[in-house]
């Protein structure tokens, strides 16, 4: 469904709902607010962000494809997470997609761990690419107890001769310390 129809059937469920006179906000596409940017180049980027949630993703039980995984970043990459400490401090760990693979592979076939992206803002210049990605993500690990996870990924992309790549990939997982922005939770997709 295009931006422009979502807000149109979305001012008019909130003119139905409410009885009250709504204006309808238009985003512009991605295409509409890059036009110097290929429609290829946005379909690429769009593939390999698509991707990453993809591969991460599956029930229990289920082995992930980490070569498709490691296809997807350059040779140099790094991934990295930011979390808040219990004493309210903020830490951080860097690792490679290898080191990714290590710490978190099995844990993912255990819990039977989904991640989907809900919003996304994406910046394209020349050969580089920046994505704010909002994500929400559950495991089923424990059914009393099921893992529910959001924030924001941190994507950076560059054009290789082999198509578009992942650069280096960070994010931070929300809390009720730091929620995630609504300018980074709106539902367009």
Known sequence: ????????????????????????????????????VAQADLDAIDE?????????????????????????????????????????????????PEEYIERSGQMLVQIGFTERETHRVLEVYGSIAHAFSTYEGIGNADAETPLEVAGVNSIQLI??????????????????EIPVPVRYTAQDK
């Open 1 to 36: 469904m295009k931006k422009h129809t979502a807000a149109i059937l979305g001012a008019a469920a909130v003119l139905a709902a409410g009885g009250f006179t709504a204006r309808a906000v238009f985003q512009p596409t991605d295409a509409e607010r890059m036009p110097e």
């Open 48 to 96: 390999a962000i698509v991707a990453l949630y993809d591969v991460i993703s599956g029930p229990a039980g289920e082995e992930r494809d980490w070569d498709r995984f490691r296809a997807m970043f350059t040779s140099t990459a790094h991934m990295g997470a930011c979390f808040t400490r219990p004493d309210g401090l903020v830490n951080s760990i860097t690792m490679t």
């Open 159 to 176: 054009r290789t001769d082999d198509g578009w790549k992942v650069f280096s990939l960070i994010w931070n997982q929300a809390s009720a």
